[in-house]
């Protein structure tokens, strides 16, 4: 049987943890909000130029985005992170017309990376290899803040850009409106948040850099 003192002491932890457990979902959804307001709802005008272009993956408007700004003379080079091991340069050809030179010319390809961080180190060590100083980013609105947060922790002396490729639901309807759209919101959320405690705890070690296996289009 507990005494006296057991009982207060076990009461005051119990309120110490309640007490915190409160406070963290309370700066959880505080966080969630922060990040909500600063997805962007249309697509930008960008007025500004870089050394590369690093488009990650997922969606055929990203690409052929990446590559209008390539034509417009944005950026020297661009990086294609994150590609199908099965997609070749005529399936790109295909789906983006008007294309073709540029992409025989100034294109790369990544097959390796398979997540964001991946298409961080791919990026790193491609924009590294050709001695780039500043990159244009280029993904989904939702996808952003986790994009440039691995980018920058892998590129911390390298100006990056953001232009996110808003999708036309986002444009039509708030996130909160569509179930599926308020799951991707919530997951791109909580892996940003995971993807800061991840590079919080990594100690960058430049020893691991290798050289960019550039494989161009």
């Not at 985005?65 to 997609?87: H, M, Q």
């Not at 964001?116 to 790193?124: C, D, E, L």
């Not at 952003?144 to 911390?156: F, G, I, N, S, T």
Request: glycine share 6%.
């Amino acid at each position: 049987m507990l005494s006296l003192k057991g009982a207060v002491r076990t009461r005051r932890l119990r309120s110490i943890g309640l007490k915190a457990i409160l406070l963290c979902l309370f700066l959880l959804v505080l966080g969630f909000a922060g990040f909500v307001w600063l997805l962007p709802s249309r697509q930008i005008v960008l007025d500004t130029n870089a050394d590369g272009i690093v488009v990650l993956t997922g969606g055929t408007s990203r690409i052929s985005d990446a590559l209008e700004l390539l034509a417009s003379g944005r950026g020297k080079r661009l990086l294609i992170t994150g590609v199908n091991p099965g997609t070749t340069t005529a399936d790109i050809e295909r789906e983006v017309v008007n294309y073709n030179r540029l992409i025989s010319c100034c294109v790369d390809l990544d097959y390796s990376a398979l997540n964001t961080y991946g298409n961080a180190v791919q990026s790193r060590r491609w924009a590294l290899a050709h001695g780039f100083g500043s990159l244009i980013v280029v993904t989904s609105a939702y996808h952003m803040p986790r994009a440039l947060a691995e980018l920058a922790h892998q590129l911390p002396n390298v100006r990056l850009v953001a232009f996110p490729v808003v999708s036309d639901r986002l444009r039509i309807e708030p996130w909160w409106s569509s179930g599926d759209t308020t799951r991707l919101v919530v997951s791109e959320y909580l892996k940003y948040l995971a993807a800061k405690v991840r590079m919080r705890l990594d100690s960058f070690s430049t020893s691991e850099l290798t050289a960019f296996p550039v494989r161009r289009a």
